[in-house]
């Protein structure tokens, strides 16, 4: 990306705010993109990247999108939108897209050659993933989660293993990967709106995504108003919240 002074990344966090109303004012479609780029860059549990970007440009689907957002002003100025979205359903073709980059890194070999830590690898992907990820209906999920606490009160043991903690998993790293967009984005002087006020079912109709997909957040995206920012940035003391050991 080729961005003269671009911020500092504490200046980046520092410029980030929620913004709530945009100039009519257009940005620049490939900017955007390249900020999303650098949000696939973010830490992601296991590597899986169960996630995906969907770039708004078309000003009807931004419409629609705004509808289903209940005409909130973040998404009613927007001159772009970022949806992030978890794919938990994929994590089959994404723990097999790392076995292959595994095996790709390691030569053309036989298994009995590989070193102690190459078979670690492989089969943290080939074995405890699964694991993991594999479930019916919640039942599976629920014996895991049950063995992993009676296993827990002999020695420290990974505990969240149902349906419900995999999705939290991969919820956190989509979160991950939007904070780097905003950031991404603050840096080069762009503005953004994260926003969890929608209708998820309508906004999946409208991408045409699977029932097993779920919206993470929507991200309005332009440049803002001169009172875009509704007051000045307000945080509780961090003695409240910050805790040496």
Not at 40 to 56: G, K, M, P, R, V
Not at 73 to 81: D, E, G, I, R, V
Request: aromatic share 12%; with cysteine; charged share 25%.
């Amino acid at each position: 990306m080729v961005v003269t002074n671009e911020k500092s990344v504490s200046e980046a966090i520092k410029y980030r705010r929620s913004v709530r109303v945009f100039k009519n004012e257009p940005i620049d479609v490939q900017k955007v993109k390249e900020c999303i780029q650098l949000a696939t860059l973010a830490a992601t549990s296991s590597n899986l990247q169960l996630w995906e970007f969907y770039h708004i440009v078309s000003p009807e689907i931004i419409q629609k999108i705004t509808e289903a957002s209940f005409d909130q002003n973040a998404a009613k100025t927007a001159q772009q939108m970022v949806i992030v979205v978890t794919r938990k359903d994929l994590w089959r073709k994404r723990v097999q897209s790392n076995i292959d980059y595994l095996k790709s890194l390691y030569g053309d070999k036989p298994e009995s050659a590989y070193s102690k830590r190459e078979k670690f690898a492989l089969n943290y992907y080939q074995k405890i993933i699964p694991t993991l990820y594999f479930d019916f209906l919640g039942i599976f999920g629920m014996i895991k989660f049950i063995a992993f606490q009676i296993i827990g009160l002999f020695k420290p043991i990974y505990r969240e293993a149902r349906q419900s903690d995999m999705r939290i998993v991969a919820h956190k790293s989509a979160g991950l990967a939007a904070q780097n967009f905003m950031i991404s984005m603050a840096a080069i002087n762009y503005d953004t709106c994260p926003m969890e006020g929608f209708d998820s079912l309508r906004v999946k109709k409208i991408l045409h995504l699977p029932a097993s997909s779920e919206i993470n957040m929507i991200i309005g995206c332009g440049l803002r108003e001169e009172k875009g920012v509704y007051g000045e940035r307000f945080r509780i003391p961090f003695e409240e919240v910050y805790f040496k050991i």
